[in-house]
């Protein structure tokens, strides 16, 4: 079967995670994109190592693989008007145009959606910007560590008595680039019975403040600022991590019945008939005694054994895997986990397949992230047999 997306066109102009990450799941839904990038240079993330990837070409940055999957690069100068006119050609002919730029820029390029929109009027355009297009937000960088710290995702993340943390990935980026690429499949739905595009607009403050989903409905809808408290959640206990014999589990015990069988497997049955533990609400409210009387059990025997009983209880539970040991569960449960791209040299490229999957299956796009610039002469080729776009206004 072809693929969803299969004829469409993408024109990456974007660099980094978020913009990238936007147009790399339209390819891999089968749209064919091409990267912009700029000469010499490229996406900023070709530079951001270590981690070095060495497929025996020479070293390239881990960080710009996984988001840069599916796609071709070209290298065009916007400030050089022979490139820049390419460009242009390139953005009438895309059915979606993906930039991350700062406010404004797009248009002083007359690469923006109105001015794309004019002899391309069925395009979609989808920008990623840091904190919105109102005058005082344009103003503020938009990076994903700015946009934790800002949105109050960091005051929430770490230890109760340790400073506010942020994710160990930049989490925002991808949250925003996924609602993106959602609001992109919006907007070429409705353009089969219109005919015409949108442009979608996501930033990376919105999205990370929709993400707090109920920690800022507390705020809005019962007035409580919540802080941090480490792996514990806020309404449910024990739903936590504790440490074993040997390592540290994951417990996650969504409800009265399931806490009574992790007495019964901890050997402490005499904790689900105390008053303060009975109901969820009680546990919350002595959650303190209730991890340290629960904590004594799990020291006396190594993370394995209990987290065997407790799934034979019906007991969620699992143990807190660094990304190597997750790969390997990924394998151990038939997930195929990584994929593994080649190029044209006959390289290979390994990075981490993409978590969308389709039944009936459709062909997979599976091009490994591109060189910098190593299809400039093909796309060139390509762009310079199409025409020019209106003149600009």
């Not at 050089?80 to 406010?103: M, Q, Y």
């Not at 690429?181 to 929709?210: H, K, M, N």
Request: glycine share 8%; hydrophobic share 45%; proline share 8%.
């Amino acid at each position: 079967m072809t693929a969803p997306l299969d004829g469409l066109l993408v024109a990456d102009f974007s660099r980094v995670v978020a913009g990238p990450l936007v147009a790399a799941t339209l390819g891999d839904l089968g749209a064919e994109v091409v990267k912009v990038e700029r000469p010499g240079a490229g996406d900023d993330t070709r530079a951001w190592g270590p981690p070095w990837f060495d497929p025996g070409t020479g070293p390239e940055a881990s960080y710009h693989l996984a988001p840069n999957r599916n796609k071709r690069s070209v290298l065009l100068d916007l400030h050089d008007p022979d490139d820049l006119l390419l460009a242009r050609r390139l953005a009438s002919r895309a059915d979606v145009v993906v930039e991350n730029f700062r406010v404004g820029t797009m248009a002083r390029f007359g690469l923006d959606h109105d001015t794309i929109a004019a002899t391309n009027p069925g395009v979609v355009t989808c920008s990623i910007e840091g904190f919105g297009d109102t005058p005082a937000a344009a103003e503020l960088a938009g990076y994903d560590l700015l946009a934790q710290a800002m949105s109050g995702l960091m005051s929430i993340t770490g230890a109760a008595d340790g400073p506010p943390t942020k994710a160990g990935v930049a989490l925002v980026d991808v949250l925003a680039a996924l609602h993106a690429a959602v609001g992109v499949l919006a907007a070429l739905t409705e353009r089969q019975q219109t005919g015409r595009g949108r442009r979608v607009q996501v930033s990376l403050f919105d999205a990370a403040l929709a993400s707090l989903i109920n920690q800022a409905t507390a705020v809005v809808a019962a007035g409580e600022v919540p802080g941090r408290l480490g792996n514990r959640h806020p309404s449910i206990a024990p739903y936590t991590t504790l440490a074993a014999a040997d390592r540290e589990l994951a417990l996650a015990v969504g409800n009265d019945e399931q806490f009574r069988r992790t007495c019964a497997v901890l050997g402490c049955p005499e904790l689900a008939d105390d008053a303060r533990f009975v109901h969820n609400a009680d546990r919350v409210a002595h959650v303190d005694e209730l991890e340290r009387r629960l904590a004594e059990r799990l020291s006396t025997a190594p993370a394995a054994h209990w987290i065997e009983q407790l799934r034979a209880a019906g007991v969620p539970a699992g143990p807190v895997n660094d990304i190597a040991e997750a790969i390997e569960l990924g394998r151990a449960l038939g997930r195929d986990p990584v994929l593994v791209t080649e190029r044209s040299d006959g390289t290979t490229v390994p990075t981490i397949r993409p978590p969308i999957r389709l039944t009936p299956a459709a062909d997979e796009r599976r091009a490994a992230p591109p060189r910098l610039g190593e299809h400039d002469a093909e796309v060139r080729a390509w762009l310079s047999t199409l025409p020019d776009p209106a003149p600009r206004p």
